[in-house]
């Protein structure tokens, strides 16, 4: 069946510093690949998405990539601030009309001041 | 604020009590979805519904059900709960995707279930 995966699972970094977490697919036919933010105790929340027929793209402090050949989409977010701790998760859809979202396992990342 | 509101936020109950969860939404979205949090696991689907009259299963179904009542409300069932249901439970909605455009799920604040 489908399935994300998603690394690494816990990521600690200095305040400044940058932090990548990385995930793959299964499914060679997803589509869309958005990312959540939850912060402790609160709901999900998207801070960015990508489609799969764009490489790349850049909010601000936050990127995300795409290869679709390996299958395979990273966030980026550069000049870290405490307040970028929160569990992250990646998911993706696959290019069935359902809007179902099959997510990561979630990467728990502290910014340490 | 348009929302997604999920009744209770929290509750404890025993092995084998009937358990509804309620989520309602205000954002005129078409498309629901139930989901559970377990540490290390992400978000799993349970159900999902387009509309009122349409009623899918997810990756983890078994020991759920749902009812769609209204477009704007949507509830998850666990008919005889056991502990391993333990979980942090959210509601999500969405519209369509349209032409060139995918549109993002929208999540409730979660339900917290202890099964004792």
């Known amino acids: 069946g489908e399935n994300v995966e998603q690394h690494p699972s816990t990521l600690s970094v200095q305040e400044g510093d940058s932090a990548v977490i990385k995930c793959t697919y299964s499914?060679?036919?997803?589509?869309?690949f958005p990312w959540y933010k939850q912060e402790l105790g609160k709901r999900p929340q998207l801070i960015i998405d990508?489609?799969?027929?764009?490489g790349e793209k850049k909010d601000q402090r936050i990127a995300v990539t795409l290869n679709k050949t390996a299958k395979h989409f990273s966030l980026h977010i550069t000049e870290t601030q405490p307040e970028d701790s929160a569990v992250y998760f990646c998911?993706?859809?696959?290019?069935?009309?359902?809007?179902?979202?099959?997510f990561g396992q979630g990467t728990t990342l502290q910014v340490k001041p | 604020d348009a929302d997604v509101t999920q009744t209770p936020r929290n509750r404890i109950t025993k092995t084998g009590k009937r358990i509804m969860l309620e989520c309602s939404q205000t954002?005129?979205?078409?498309?629901m979805y139930w989901y559970r949090q377990d540490p290390g696991l992400g978000l799993r689907l349970i159900y999902y519904?387009?509309?009122?009259?349409?009623?899918n299963k997810g990756e983890i179904s078994d020991g759920y059900s749902v009812s769609r009542q209204a477009q704007a409300k949507f509830s998850l069932s666990l008919e005889s709960a056991i502990p391993n249901q333990t979980a942090l439970y959210f509601c999500?909605?969405?519209?369509?995707?349209?032409?060139?455009?995918?549109?993002?799920?929208?999540f409730g604040d979660g339900t917290r279930l202890s099964i004792l």
């Open positions: 999500a909605t969405s519209e369509p995707d349209r032409p060139y455009s995918n549109q993002p799920q929208h």
């Open positions: 499914d060679s036919a997803s589509n869309y």
């Open positions: 990508i489609r799969s027929n764009v």
């Open positions: 998911a993706a859809r696959g290019s069935s009309n359902t809007g179902k979202l099959i």
């Open positions: 954002k005129g979205h078409d498309r």
């Open positions: 519904s387009f509309d009122v009259k349409d009623i």
